[in-house]
């Protein structure tokens, strides 16, 4: 299940890094 969980972090960091550039 590890890759799932890996999978959740980088989509999450996208995710931030996507709010972060809309935002800023």
């Not at 590890?2 to 972090?9: G, M, Q, R």
């Not at 989509?11 to 709010?19: F, G, S, V």
Request: hydrophobic share 55%; glycine share 4%; aromatic share 4%.
């Amino acid at each position: 299940m590890k890759i799932i969980v890996h999978f959740l972090d980088e989509l999450c960091r996208l995710a931030a890094i996507n709010e972060a550039r809309v935002h800023g």
